[in-house]
């Protein structure tokens, strides 16, 4: 090329640069070009005598590869292509490694970019043909080798060589897309590499240029993710590792049968055999034993070992007081009564009896509170540990407990006796008129408002037991997760500002709410309701909620299926995730939240299962200043919330699945029946803010483009 043409081609190429947007004056320019720069140029973009035969035909007989035929006429039923949109002069420039000035222009569909000090060095690209890709086929002298991993078909023709390396090369690429199968060429002059190098570069070159033709949609490697694997083996509820789930399990394990292990705990019980007799495990946490004296009941009616039965009854008549006694004169039963006021040293009915003594403790008439129905004793002479305070706040508290639970349903007559010794405390319901409370000493360490928070609690359980006889008769321990928890509850709607229960919470119930349901929790449970107190308007909205539980039947199902049960639990697991349960005192209930941690730093995916009543917590964080596209799928009854920011502080939650994760975010997954999952994909993490699909953009249509056919790089045959 001339020095007159090069300074025509640079002045052109800036003129298109400068009026690209306008179609009219890009038109024009084709015209232009060809009258000025003349067959030089014209030679030198389709392999003229004067410049390499870059954009040739193929040549498919091996014996004619010393001739090669000048390359297509221009079409003038398409206008010149966008070279920048094929492949841009910066990369042809970094293709060429070299200094100085670049010309790129376009003749009608071919592009051509020549280093402006020497013509050699040049990259263009233009139609190809399917005669490429026939068997024996010959561009530039010489067949070719197949490319992988470019497009859907390629062929690399190496160069001839020059004094210092491959004067130039050319690559042919097919690829099927919308418009028509693609044909195209790229070809690249670097006289001063190898052509190793060179076969490299041009490769390069057409693997940039391929996304950008119209129609073609390349598909990605498949993203390599991280398998996220998220613990849903059930572990045991720490707080009810008590004398009745010691009775059951090694029950399970063989260790020992039911009649076997009921007398065993009821010596313990007793005081007649340590701790060490009949569990050797962690220590227990749950001093109850209530369950136990009303599984010995039924043994003694139906159990199967006559011998066991008689033992156990005999137990159980040392445990347990005969109400008849408590009315007549001492008897010889082991019982001694006392009409007086209350024993003391000085004036001692009891003598030298080491039997148990017990004092009636009249109890004042209070509204609401039928007189006579609630009874307190006291053993004074055997149990120093009783003192003045104790008895006030027992009576008190019987009390306080009765007026609020007549309130709520069927009160038995409630006989509490404040026993000597021991280190239980139990229920004996005797049937729908009487139930009776036995109050070991070791409570009278604890402080009064604690102590008689404790009573509350140990007479909801005959409110309980006698509003729900025959269901918790029908299934003794597969109640305990709402009995407990009621019971729990209705201590603390006696005593709102106390917050005993609350030392039954934020420790134990966070060591497993994430590998237990509300069925497999006891204690901990009263959250649970005392999130339901304020929804559904108070205990006796939620006695009315437990009047439905079918005897014998599938509590947890029947429950799921309650009036809004999924939103409500729902919406219970967000709260505990803020630390913003209500409580019936005031202010929120204390609680730090477990979660599980999910650090994102590339592709990941997992999947979360929800069992019913169950809660999958996730903080998921995404490094500073990096994005990770999102996305989930959901099957199933289940719901799911987001929010940013950590847990245990209040936030706002969205229940639309977001597609983009910056920063730290928290996932709640909850389900109230079973066959729920929830499926998480992290497909890319990066500093870009825009996770949408590029293959989402509507398609190009045969109208919008100029690549489009007539084009001479389709082919729809």
């Known amino acids: 090329m001339t020095s007159t043409n090069k300074g025509l081609v640079a002045s052109a190429v800036e003129w298109v640069r400068a009026s690209k947007q306008n179609k009219q004056l890009a038109t024009a320019l084709g015209a232009v070009l060809v009258v000025v720069l003349g067959a030089s140029l014209f030679a030198n973009l389709f392999g003229g005598d004067d410049g390499p035969p870059l954009v040739a035909d193929t040549i498919t007989s091996t014996t004619t590869a010393d001739t090669t035929p000048d390359g297509p006429e ?38 051509h970019a020549t280093w402006s000090d020497d013509d050699s060095f040049y990259v263009q690209i233009g139609p190809g043909s399917p005669n490429d890709f026939a068997p024996g086929a010959i561009i530039i002298g010489v067949t070719g080798d197949t490319v992988s991993d470019l497009g859907d078909e390629a062929i690399w023709f190496g160069g001839p060589e020059a004094e210092d390396g491959g004067a130039y090369g050319v690559v042919a690429v097919r690829q099927a897309t919308q418009h028509g199968d693609l044909y195209y060429r790229v070809v690249l002059g670097r006289p001063n590499v190898d052509e190793a190098t060179q076969r490299e570069i ?33 572990a045991p509820d720490p707080s009810a590792q ?89 008897v010889a039963s082991g019982l001694i009564v006392s009409r007086v006021p209350l024993a003391t040293e000085e004036q001692n009915p009891c003598g030298d009896n080491s039997t148990e003594c017990l004092d009636e ?59 000597a010794g021991g280190e239980t405390l139990y229920v004996d319901y005797l049937g729908s008129e009487n139930c009776v409370l036995y109050i ?30 025959t269901t918790i008769k029908a299934d003794q321990a597969g109640t305990q997760w709402w009995t407990r928890g ?68 599938d509590h947890i199902a029947a429950l799921a299926d309650a009036d809004s049960m999924d939103v409500l639990f729902h919406d219970f697991e967000r709260a505990l995730t803020d630390a913003n349960v209500g ?42 200043g990096m994005t990770a596209c999102f996305t989930t799928t959901a099957q199933g009854e289940m719901s799911s919330s ?13 229940e639309l699945e977001p597609t983009t994760l910056q920063g730290v975010h928290m996932l709640v997954v909850t389900a109230v029946k079973p066959g729920s999952s929830y499926h998480i994909q992290v497909t890319d993490v990066s500093e870009d803010p825009d996770c949408e699909d590029d293959e989402d953009s509507p398609p190009t249509t045969l109208g919008d483009c100029g690549l489009c056919p007539p084009s001479q790089y389709y082919h729809n045959d």
């Open 486 to 553: 009621v019971v729990n509850y209705l201590s603390g709607h006696v005593y709102p500002s106390t917050n005993l229960e609350h030392e039954k919470l934020p420790g134990e119930l966070a060591s497993h709410e994430l590998s237990t349901t509300l069925a497999g929790r006891t204690w901990t449970n009263w959250v649970f309701f005392e999130y339901l107190h304020g929804f559904l308007g108070g205990p006796e909205a939620i006695l009315s909620l437990l009047r439905e539980l079918p005897p014998g039947g």
């Open 74 to 111: 221009a079409n003038s039923e398409v206008p010149p292509v966008d070279c920048g949109r094929l492949i841009t002069s910066d990369e042809a420039f970094e293709a060429l490694d070299v200094l100085g000035g670049m010309s790129q222009v376009s003749q009608n569909e071919v592009c």
């Open 202 to 234: 041009t490769i390069g070159l057409a693997r940039t240029a391929l996304p950008r033709f119209p129609g073609v949609v390349i598909q990605e490697a498949p993203i390599e993710f991280e398998f996220v694997e998220f613990p849903d083996d059930p």
């Open 361 to 419: 403790v009249p109890l004042p008439s209070r509204a609401g509170v039928p007189d006579g129905k609630y009874t307190l004793w006291a053993d004074l002479i055997n149990g120093p540990g009783w003192q003045a305070g104790d008895i006030e706040a027992a009576k008190v508290a019987i009390l306080d407990s009765a007026a609020k639970y007549e309130a709520l349903g069927s009160m038995p007559s409630v006989t509490t006796v404040l026993r």
């Open 242 to 330: 008590g004398l009745a789930e010691n009775l059951l399990a090694k029950e399970e394990a063989g260790d020992w049968s039911r009649g076997e292990g009921l007398a065993a705990t009821l010596r313990y019980m007793l005081g007649d055999a340590p701790i060490t007799e009949i569990h050797t495990g962690p220590e227990l946490v749950d001093n109850s034993g209530s369950l136990i004296i009303e599984l010995a009941r039924e043994y003694v009616e139906s159990g199967d070992d006559e011998t066991l039965k008689g033992e156990i009854q005999a137990l159980l008549d040392s445990l347990t007081i005969n109400l008849d006694d408590l009315q007549s004169e001492p």
């Open 642 to 654: 987001w929010r940013t920011g950590v847990p245990g502080e209040p936030g706002t939650w969205d």
């Open 440 to 469: 070991s000493e070791f409570l009278a360490d604890f402080d009064d408002d604690k102590f008689q928070q404790i009573l509350a609690r140990e007479m909801a359980f005959c409110l309980i037991a006698s509003e729900f006889n």
């Open 583 to 624: 409580d019936l005192g005031p202010g929120t209930v204390p609680y730090q939240p477990p979660t599980w941690t999910l650090d994102v730093s590339g592709p990941l995916e997992g999947t979360l299962t929800a069992e019913p009543f169950g809660v999958r917590r996730i903080q998921i964080t995404v490094p500073n």
